[in-house]
Protein backbone atom coordinates (compact mmCIF):
# COMPACT_ATOMS: atom_id res chain seq x y z
CA UNK A 1 0.00 0.00 0.00
CA UNK A 2 1.58 3.77 -0.96
CA UNK A 3 2.20 6.13 1.36
CA UNK A 4 -0.03 8.31 -0.77
CA UNK A 5 -3.59 8.38 -2.40
CA UNK A 6 -4.56 8.72 -5.84
CA UNK A 7 -7.49 7.22 -7.81
CA UNK A 8 -6.78 3.92 -9.65
CA UNK A 9 -8.10 5.17 -12.64
CA UNK A 10 -9.25 8.69 -14.61
CA UNK A 11 -10.74 9.05 -18.16
CA UNK A 12 -11.22 11.83 -20.67
CA UNK A 13 -12.56 12.93 -24.02
CA UNK A 14 -10.10 14.69 -26.10
CA UNK A 15 -9.89 18.29 -25.64
CA UNK A 16 -11.26 17.82 -22.22
CA UNK A 17 -9.77 18.56 -19.34
CA UNK A 18 -8.99 16.35 -15.98
CA UNK A 19 -7.43 16.37 -12.25
CA UNK A 20 -5.48 13.45 -10.75
CA UNK A 21 -5.65 14.26 -6.68
CA UNK A 22 -2.79 12.84 -4.61
CA UNK A 23 -3.89 13.20 -0.80
CA UNK A 24 -0.91 12.63 1.83
CA UNK A 25 -0.97 13.61 5.35
CA UNK A 26 0.47 16.95 7.29
CA UNK A 27 3.74 15.24 7.23
CA UNK A 28 4.19 15.58 4.07
CA UNK A 29 1.81 17.13 1.61
CA UNK A 30 0.68 19.05 4.15
CA UNK A 31 3.80 20.62 5.48
CA UNK A 32 6.42 20.87 2.16
CA UNK A 33 6.13 22.46 -1.29
CA UNK A 34 8.08 19.63 -2.01
CA UNK A 35 5.41 17.48 -4.87
CA UNK A 36 7.09 16.05 -8.10
CA UNK A 37 4.84 14.82 -10.54
CA UNK A 38 5.61 12.02 -13.15
CA UNK A 39 4.12 10.52 -16.43
CA UNK A 40 5.31 6.82 -17.55
CA UNK A 41 4.05 5.87 -20.61
CA UNK A 42 4.20 1.58 -20.93
CA UNK A 43 7.69 -0.02 -20.36
CA UNK A 44 9.45 3.61 -20.46
CA UNK A 45 10.94 4.93 -17.05
CA UNK A 46 8.89 8.24 -15.30
CA UNK A 47 9.29 11.54 -16.60
CA UNK A 48 9.34 14.71 -14.59
CA UNK A 49 6.38 16.73 -15.61
CA UNK A 50 5.71 18.84 -12.27
CA UNK A 51 7.90 19.49 -9.71
CA UNK A 52 7.62 21.79 -6.19
CA UNK A 53 3.89 21.28 -6.59
CA UNK A 54 3.44 23.56 -9.91
CA UNK A 55 6.37 24.49 -11.50
CA UNK A 56 6.99 22.64 -15.12
CA UNK A 57 10.58 21.91 -16.22
CA UNK A 58 11.99 22.82 -19.73
CA UNK A 59 9.83 21.49 -22.59
CA UNK A 60 6.96 19.93 -20.67
CA UNK A 61 3.33 21.36 -22.11
CA UNK A 62 1.65 24.13 -20.47
CA UNK A 63 -1.19 21.75 -20.47
CA UNK A 64 -0.13 20.64 -17.41
CA UNK A 65 -0.54 22.16 -14.21
CA UNK A 66 -0.13 21.37 -10.38
CA UNK A 67 -1.33 22.76 -7.10
CA UNK A 68 -2.29 22.10 -3.66
CA UNK A 69 -4.09 22.63 -0.81
CA UNK A 70 -3.60 21.08 2.85
CA UNK A 71 -2.61 17.75 2.39
CA UNK A 72 -3.76 16.87 -0.94
CA UNK A 73 -1.74 17.72 -4.37
CA UNK A 74 -3.41 18.13 -7.47
CA UNK A 75 -2.39 17.48 -11.37
CA UNK A 76 -4.37 19.18 -14.10
CA UNK A 77 -4.08 18.44 -17.64
CA UNK A 78 -5.90 20.38 -19.78
CA UNK A 79 -6.87 19.74 -23.71
CA UNK A 80 -6.43 16.04 -23.54
CA UNK A 81 -4.56 14.37 -26.33
CA UNK A 82 -4.26 10.49 -26.99
CA UNK A 83 -0.45 10.72 -26.30
CA UNK A 84 -1.40 11.97 -22.39
CA UNK A 85 -2.69 7.91 -21.85
CA UNK A 86 -0.23 7.17 -19.61
CA UNK A 87 -0.09 6.57 -16.26
CA UNK A 88 0.43 9.33 -13.76
CA UNK A 89 2.57 9.34 -10.31
CA UNK A 90 2.32 11.57 -7.19
CA UNK A 91 5.35 12.32 -5.01
CA UNK A 92 6.22 14.02 -1.90
CA UNK A 93 9.44 14.70 0.86
CA UNK A 94 8.28 13.57 4.00
CA UNK A 95 11.13 15.32 6.38
CA UNK A 96 11.13 11.98 8.04
CA UNK A 97 13.82 8.83 8.14
CA UNK A 98 11.11 7.41 5.24
CA UNK A 99 12.59 10.32 3.24
CA UNK A 100 10.40 10.49 -0.13
CA UNK A 101 6.80 8.73 -0.96
CA UNK A 102 5.15 8.40 -4.16
CA UNK A 103 1.54 7.49 -4.63
CA UNK A 104 0.43 4.19 -6.29
CA UNK A 105 -0.41 5.75 -9.72
CA UNK A 106 -3.13 6.83 -11.66
CA UNK A 107 -3.76 5.19 -15.32
CA UNK A 108 -5.36 7.87 -17.52
CA UNK A 109 -7.56 6.74 -20.91
CA UNK A 110 -7.71 8.71 -22.88
CA UNK A 111 -11.25 7.72 -24.55
CA UNK B 1 22.43 16.57 -21.76
CA UNK B 2 22.03 14.15 -18.64
CA UNK B 3 22.17 9.89 -19.36
CA UNK B 4 22.11 7.23 -17.00
CA UNK B 5 22.72 3.81 -18.68
CA UNK B 6 22.02 0.77 -15.84
CA UNK B 7 23.44 -2.53 -16.13
CA UNK B 8 23.32 -5.91 -13.66
CA UNK B 9 20.92 -9.08 -14.07
CA UNK B 10 17.69 -9.93 -14.45
CA UNK B 11 17.24 -13.23 -12.19
CA UNK B 12 18.66 -13.62 -8.90
CA UNK B 13 17.88 -16.72 -6.74
CA UNK B 14 16.45 -16.06 -3.78
CA UNK B 15 18.85 -15.49 -0.46
CA UNK B 16 20.86 -14.34 -2.69
CA UNK B 17 22.29 -10.65 -3.50
CA UNK B 18 20.93 -8.33 -5.99
CA UNK B 19 23.51 -6.10 -7.69
CA UNK B 20 22.72 -3.46 -10.63
CA UNK B 21 25.09 -0.76 -11.77
CA UNK B 22 24.35 3.18 -12.85
CA UNK B 23 26.91 4.85 -15.46
CA UNK B 24 26.21 8.74 -15.47
CA UNK B 25 27.46 10.52 -18.28
CA UNK B 26 26.36 14.41 -19.04
CA UNK B 27 27.11 14.84 -14.84
CA UNK B 28 29.81 13.74 -12.12
CA UNK B 29 28.64 11.38 -9.50
CA UNK B 30 30.71 13.65 -6.98
CA UNK B 31 28.80 16.77 -8.26
CA UNK B 32 28.00 19.02 -5.07
CA UNK B 33 24.45 19.79 -6.61
CA UNK B 34 23.03 16.42 -7.57
CA UNK B 35 22.05 13.11 -5.24
CA UNK B 36 22.02 9.41 -6.54
CA UNK B 37 19.21 7.33 -5.77
CA UNK B 38 17.57 4.02 -6.68
CA UNK B 39 14.19 3.24 -6.68
CA UNK B 40 12.43 0.52 -7.42
CA UNK B 41 8.22 -0.30 -9.04
CA UNK B 42 6.35 -3.52 -8.65
CA UNK B 43 2.77 -3.93 -9.38
CA UNK B 44 1.89 -4.34 -5.70
CA UNK B 45 4.07 -1.33 -3.97
CA UNK B 46 4.33 1.27 -6.76
CA UNK B 47 7.05 3.53 -7.00
CA UNK B 48 9.83 2.72 -3.58
CA UNK B 49 12.64 4.83 -3.33
CA UNK B 50 15.44 2.95 -1.90
CA UNK B 51 18.03 4.93 -1.02
CA UNK B 52 20.81 7.78 -2.37
CA UNK B 53 24.36 8.93 -2.51
CA UNK B 54 25.43 12.35 -2.70
CA UNK B 55 28.58 14.65 -2.22
CA UNK B 56 28.76 17.68 -0.32
CA UNK B 57 32.52 17.62 0.56
CA UNK B 58 32.16 14.17 1.99
CA UNK B 59 30.35 11.50 1.12
CA UNK B 60 26.83 10.89 2.19
CA UNK B 61 24.15 8.22 1.77
CA UNK B 62 20.96 7.42 3.26
CA UNK B 63 18.29 4.52 2.64
CA UNK B 64 14.82 3.90 3.43
CA UNK B 65 13.92 2.35 6.38
CA UNK B 66 12.48 -0.77 4.80
CA UNK B 67 15.43 -1.97 3.01
CA UNK B 68 18.10 -0.52 5.61
CA UNK B 69 19.09 -3.87 7.01
CA UNK B 70 20.49 -5.45 3.72
CA UNK B 71 21.11 -2.21 1.38
CA UNK B 72 24.43 -0.57 0.26
CA UNK B 73 24.86 2.27 -2.16
CA UNK B 74 28.60 2.95 -3.20
CA UNK B 75 29.57 5.89 -5.33
CA UNK B 76 32.72 4.80 -7.61
CA UNK B 77 34.44 8.29 -8.45
CA UNK B 78 37.09 6.49 -11.13
CA UNK B 79 34.27 4.95 -13.20
CA UNK B 80 31.69 7.94 -12.44
CA UNK B 81 28.95 5.25 -11.75
CA UNK B 82 27.12 4.44 -8.56
CA UNK B 83 25.82 0.59 -7.83
CA UNK B 84 23.19 -1.10 -5.49
CA UNK B 85 23.54 -4.30 -3.76
CA UNK B 86 20.74 -5.77 -2.23
CA UNK B 87 21.29 -8.32 0.02
CA UNK B 88 19.14 -11.66 1.15
CA UNK B 89 16.87 -11.14 -1.46
CA UNK B 90 13.12 -12.32 -1.69
CA UNK B 91 10.56 -12.82 -3.79
CA UNK B 92 8.69 -9.36 -2.60
CA UNK B 93 11.82 -7.85 -4.13
CA UNK B 94 11.16 -8.29 -7.81
CA UNK B 95 10.35 -4.90 -9.69
CA UNK B 96 11.77 -2.85 -11.67
CA UNK B 97 14.99 -1.12 -10.80
CA UNK B 98 15.67 2.27 -11.82
CA UNK B 99 18.27 5.13 -10.92
CA UNK B 100 17.82 8.68 -11.34
CA UNK B 101 19.29 12.13 -10.40
CA UNK B 102 17.97 14.65 -8.13
CA UNK B 103 19.58 18.08 -8.83
CA UNK B 104 19.38 20.84 -6.34
CA UNK B 105 17.33 20.29 -2.64
CA UNK B 106 13.80 19.72 -3.98
CA UNK B 107 13.94 16.24 -4.43
CA UNK B 108 12.68 16.14 -7.87
CA UNK B 109 13.98 12.72 -10.46
CA UNK B 110 14.92 14.40 -13.06
CA UNK B 111 17.08 12.09 -15.21
CA UNK B 112 15.78 7.91 -14.73
CA UNK B 113 17.81 5.25 -16.07
CA UNK B 114 16.15 2.67 -18.22
CA UNK B 115 14.93 0.74 -15.96
CA UNK B 116 16.05 -3.00 -15.34
CA UNK B 117 13.33 -5.63 -14.52
CA UNK B 118 14.78 -7.88 -11.87
CA UNK B 119 13.18 -11.51 -10.87
CA UNK B 120 13.90 -13.15 -7.68
CA UNK B 121 13.29 -16.69 -8.44
CA UNK B 122 15.12 -19.95 -7.77
Known amino acids: QSALTQPASVSGSPGQSITISCTGT?????????VSWYQQHPGNAPKLIIS???DRPSGVSNRFSGSKSGNTASLTISGLQAEDEADYHC???????????FGGGTKLTVL | QVQLQQSGPGLVKPSQTLALTCDIS??????????WNWIRQSPSRGLEWLGR?????????DYAVSVKSRININPDTSKNQFSLQLNSVTPEDTAVYYC????????????WGQGIPVTVSS
Open chain 1, 26 to 34: SSDIGSYEL
Open chain 1, 52 to 54: EVS
Open chain 1, 91 to 101: CSYTGTATYVV
Open chain 2, 26 to 35: GDSVSSNSAA
Open chain 2, 53 to 61: AYYRSKWYI
Open chain 2, 100 to 111: ARVFGYHWKFDY
